[in-house]
């Protein structure tokens, strides 16, 4: 069975950038959207940023939408999560997502749309 392995988290100070990977492991479907949600302590999980696997259309959060950019190799089966500008605000466990049917753009923010999901990784930013 296929898992999705979420890498690339750690400990930053505000304004740094870091990037988040999430490799499709083992016998996945071929997904049609992929995307990233984060959850910060006693928060509900976020939408942050999600991406088509076949045109590339992208969906980002409006807030976070200028610091944070989603991209994908499709060779590596792997989705990154380009993060800069760092805030505090931005401490959390970022989660990777993934939709093996057809969805439209409009239903990529929803966390329900997502069957598939990483263990996640911690990113903490410090002030």
């Known amino acids: 069975q296929g898992q999705l392995v979420e890498s690339g988290g750690g400990l930053v100070q505000t304004g740094d950038s870091l990037r988040l990977s999430c490799a499709a492991s083992?016998?996945?479907?071929?997904?049609?959207?992929m995307g990233w949600f984060r959850q910060a302590p006693g928060k509900e999980r976020e939408f942050v940023a999600a991406i088509s696997w076949t045109v590339s259309g992208t969906v980002y959060s409006d807030s976070l939408k200028g610091r944070f950019t989603i991209s994908r190799d499709n060779a590596k089966n792997t989705v990154y999560l380009q993060m800069n500008s760092l805030k505090p605000d931005d401490t959390a466990v970022y989660y990777c997502?993934?939709?093996?049917?057809?969805?439209?753009?409009?239903?990529?923010?929803?966390?329900?749309?997502?069957?598939?999901w990483g263990q996640g990784t911690q990113v903490t930013v410090s002030s």
């Open positions: 083992g016998r996945t479907p071929n997904f049609y959207v």
């Open positions: 997502a993934a939709r093996d049917g057809f969805i439209s753009y409009s239903r990529y923010s929803y966390y329900t749309t997502y069957a598939y």
